[in-house]
């Protein structure tokens, strides 16, 4: 074993950790002579690493082809041979005094490779303008590196408040720092309507802005509630879907839209009040906690949802599309003569059938498109669609049973992955959250795979991913300061094996890595701040 300075392993500040880890004896330094060459393969990857290098180093990397020359060099190789051990997103990361080389079986693996170099350089590195008298070096070490788990998400609501994109931007690129894959979109629910469909307009120009929004948190008691008096809204053309896609895309980054059906649909009911079941006309909910209507189950309904995702598979490449099917209150189908009537002519039990049969008309839709739906685990009342995913947010049964009958799922657990609880105890010191208590440590801790899981069906489990709900969170630093560090803390648990999860080094780790965030102007919470 070489020796190793203090100094050197306190650099190795890797967030996620990666699965092996060998220091080295020295560093590379980058200089403007430096050449950078790659395999046509990983042209892309080699050259977004050149140009994130450049703002701050003020170098001004071309991307080579062909054999390395001699002197100072980074490397870009495609190995096949890596794909049975590392699969597509794992990477060889080899750095010498005298020479990087990134190996991996496909560029996604390079790419990874190239978020441990940037957290390997220092965290001047993250500057968009030129850096004066920093010894740009990567210590000496080598690194093999494969993730977990193949689903690494990070949820957004932006129904409850309206994220422009350039925060959406911003997110990816924070994901992509911490080898997140999967950001799943929350465009719909009851508070508003985001996403511009080209066939109904109304969906936006009346589904996208309610009034006004509550002050303070949820009264039970109407007479007690108050509002702002402040209109809230906004949405993504198809233009900025288009854009956000693309930009996560070169990430690495699947964006999973979500449509909220049958249930978390009132802006869709008021901006078309033929798709809802009450006679009274309802605006966009102004109020948190779910709407007082939900989509009706007729085949019109299913029809304009279906023409709905029509639009959304044009826009989005995601494999998996997400239809929501959580919380649907039964009382509307319950009140409306049309429902009973349904149910009674299909041959169904009750409304949780109804809503089983709601979720299959999509399900069958999507995979004669060859995608996957995916939906909260309420999916699973009344008999879960034959090719349907399931997030078990509802606390981890919905997984072990999704699992257990041979569904993909995935864990998305209020109990360890809701990220709009508060992270103290003091919640006095808080911004205003929605409940719960859910700190770092905690989401560090986690150890995400339910006994009650067959072995054999483990495999079933995609993953792990944070949600951000936001009721209470109002705009882009309101949500850094919820997501981060807690989202660094799940980066561990989605990619680092779960031998090499340490709860004292990944703080210490993090104390250095909050440095890099504090550079990106991240609001993280800071990892010093009281949690009781
Ligand atoms: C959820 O929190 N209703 C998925």
Do not use: C
């Amino acid at each position: 074993m070489p020796v190793v300075s203090q100094a050197a392993v306190a650099a190795l500040a890797l967030v996620p950790w990666p699965s092996r880890v060998t220091p080295g004896a020295g560093a590379f330094a980058l200089a403007p002579s430096t050449v950078i060459v790659a395999d046509a393969a990983l042209d892309g990857v080699a050259d977004g690493f050149a140009r994130a290098l450049h703002p701050a180093t003020g170098y001004a990397y071309v991307v080579r082809h062909g054999a390395a020359p001699k002197g100072s060099v980074i490397e870009f190789r495609l190995d096949a041979s890596l794909k049975g051990a590392l699969g597509e997103e794992g990477y060889r990361l080899d750095v010498t005094p005298t020479h990087v080389t990134v190996r991996a079986a496909a560029p996604a693996g390079a790419f990874y490779a190239t978020q441990t170099m940037r957290q390997l350089l220092p965290a001047a590195i993250e500057r968009s303008a030129r850096v004066a008298k920093v010894a740009w070096t990567m210590p000496a070490v080598s690194i093999e590196d494969v993730p977990r788990f193949s689903w690494r998400g990070s949820h957004l609501d932006v129904s409850r408040h309206f994220m422009p994109v350039t925060f959406i931007k911003r997110h990816l690129d924070l994901m992509a720092l911490h080898k997140f894959n999967r950001f799943h979109w929350h465009l719909t629910d009851d508070q508003g309507w985001r996403l511009e469909i080209r066939k109904y307009p109304k969906f936006t120009q009346v589904g996208a802005w309610r009034t006004e929004t509550l002050v303070g948190s949820y009264q039970p008691d109407s007479t007690k509630r108050k509002y702002d008096g402040t209109p809230h809204g906004g949405y993504y053309t198809q233009d900025d879907v288009r854009e956000i896609v693309a930009y996560a895309a070169a990430r690495f980054i699947t964006v999973v839209p979500e449509i909220e059906m049958p249930g978390h649909a009132q802006a869709a009911i008021a901006a078309y009040p033929e798709l809802g079941n009450l006679s009274r006309p309802l605006g966009v909910y102004r109020l948190w906690g779910e709407g007082e209507d939900v989509l009706n189950a007729s085949p019109a309904t299913v029809a304009v949802m279906q023409d709905v995702l029509a639009e959304v598979l044009e826009l989005f490449p995601s494999p998996w599309i997400h239809v929501g099917g959580d919380e649907v209150q039964k009382g509307p189908w319950q009140q409306n003569p049309a429902m009973q009537a349904q149910i009674r002519q299909l041959g169904l039990k009750d409304e949780h059938e109804l809503q089983s049969w709601f979720i299959r008309q999509m399900d069958t839709w999507l995979t004669a498109r060859g995608r996957r739906l995916i939906g909260w685990d309420e999916i699973l009342e009344g008999g879960l669609a034959p090719n349907a995913t399931v997030m078990s947010w509802r606390g981890d049964d919905g997984a072990i049973a999704a699992a257990n009958a041979g569904h993909d799922a995935v864990l998305t657990p209020n109990h360890h992955t809701y990220f709009d609880y508060y992270q103290s105890k003091e919640r006095g010191r808080e911004p205003l959250a929605i409940g719960g208590f859910l700190p770092l440590d905690t989401v560090y801790t986690w150890d995400p795979i339910p006994k009650a899981i067959a072995p054999d069906k483990v495999g079933r489990i995609l993953g792990v991913q944070a949600q951000v709900w936001t009721e209470y969170i109002p705009d882009g630093r309101a949500v850094e300061y919820m997501a981060w560090p807690r989202l660094s803390a799940l980066a561990e648990v989605a990619w680092t094996p779960a031998a090499g999860r340490d709860l004292v080094k990944f703080r210490a780790r993090m104390a250095v890595h909050m440095e890099r965030l504090k550079v990106l102007d991240v609001n993280a919470r800071p990892l010093d701040k009281p949690v009781f």
